[in-house]
């Protein structure tokens, strides 16, 4: 079946604008993660969402950041008054179970 | 600090010449060790998870052992398409999803 997909692909943004980024799990999958990965860095949580659950938002680095879940499924990723450091790949993973089993390929965010 | 390093950076390996890569972690509380598979430009691919030293995982060429400060993952006689950036993560927290990632080693392998 199809994996997790991300969208946009590639994103550029200038400084100050919001973005919105949208990620479909995998049908069924009821966990789902976000992360970001830097250039020369490790990835990096930002939060995850269990069911019906409240999310675990401990990784969110400001409160420009914020995520939504419906109907628990697709979810969006929305960064407001965009900075340069948030310049990144944007990663969501879904599961059926304890691990991030399944990652999309990303939305890459270059903010100018 | 919970930390998780993986050594080396880089490794470059002849086709066949079986090696390991290293991930040394310091946290409080170990619920889980993944490892994980990137290829350039895609996210990445679960591998393997360990829960309790002396544990260990096989898949194809590849072994994943545990023990109680660091986990290994064994290459043996690797092939080209083993070349990829191989990423080591734990789990502290009670949250599943929220995962400390080592920045990686990058595989090469030449034919």
């Known amino acids: 079946g199809a994996g997790v997909s991300q969208s946009p692909s590639n994103k550029v943004t200038e400084k100050g604008k919001d973005v919105e980024l949208r990620c479909d799990p995998i049908s069924g999958h009821t966990a789902l993660y976000w992360y970001r990965q830097s250039l020369g860095q490790g990835l990096e949580f930002l939060i995850y969402f269990q069911g019906n659950s409240a999310p675990d938002k401990s990784g969110l680095p400001s409160d420009r950041f914020s995520a939504e879940r419906t109907g628990g499924s697709v979810s969006t990723l929305t960064i407001q008054r965009t900075q340069q450091e948030d310049s990144a790949v944007y990663l969501c993973a879904s599961s059926s179970s304890g691990e991030p089993g399944a990652f999309g390929s990303g939305t890459r965010l270059t903010v100018v | 600090e919970d930390q998780v390093t993986q050594s080396p950076e880089a490794l470059r390996l002849q086709e066949g010449e079986s090696s390991s890569l290293n991930c040394s972690y310091t946290v409080s509380g170990l619920r889980g060790l993944f490892w994980y598979r990137q290829d350039p430009g895609k996210g990445p691919e679960f591998l393997f998870t360990?829960?309790?030293a002396g544990e260990e995982k096989e898949k194809e060429r590849l072994k994943a052992t545990l023990t109680k400060k660091e986990s290994f993952l064994h290459i043996t006689a690797p092939k080209p398409e083993d070349s990829a950036t191989y990423l080591c993560?734990?789990?502290?927290?009670?949250?599943?999803?929220?995962?400390?990632f080592g920045k990686g080693t990058k595989l090469s392998v030449k034919p």
């Open positions: 360990l829960y309790s």
């Open positions: 993560a734990v789990q502290v927290g009670r949250s599943q999803g929220n995962l400390i």
